[in-house]
């Protein structure tokens, strides 16, 4: 069964870092891009970015530009968020998801081949 398990959320103070990991099993890892998504309560889903199957990166959003990066490790079948900079209007759930090809999904969720519970990120002033 495939899956996807987002960690590494938490509380953190603003202008603060960090680093959200996503680990993947059940399919194989290197033949998908991996996206990262969040959701603030009471908000739409927002795409934020993805990096294919050959290490590209696309932005879905410029207000994470300059501040969050992608990476993964196919030795690990896992891929990571770095936040540096945050802001409170960062808080949300951060989810992960794996498609063949990197897509903004944020409208239609259901179109992800595989997407992650998500884990709390919380960004005080």
């Known amino acids: 069964e495939a899956q996807l398990v987002e960690s590494g959320g938490g509380l953190v103070q603003a202008g603060g870092s960090l680093r959200l990991s996503c680990a993947a099993s059940g399919f194989t890892f290197n033949d998908y891009a991996m996206a990262w998504f969040r959701q603030a309560p009471g908000k739409e889903p927002e795409g934020l970015l993805c990096?294919?199957?050959?290490?590209?990166?696309?932005y879905f959003t410029e207000s994470v530009k300059g501040r969050f990066t992608i990476s993964r490790d196919n030795a690990k079948n896992t891929a990571y968020l770095q936040m540096n900079s945050l802001k409170p209007e960062d808080t949300a759930n951060y989810y992960c998801?794996?498609?063949?090809?990197?897509?903004?999904?944020?409208?239609?969720?259901?179109?992800?081949?595989?997407r992650g519970q998500g884990t709390q990120v919380t960004v005080s002033s």
């Open positions: 998801a794996a498609d063949l090809l990197c897509f903004d999904y944020s409208g239609a969720l259901y179109l992800h081949d595989y």
């Open positions: 990096m294919s199957s050959s290490n590209v990166t696309t």
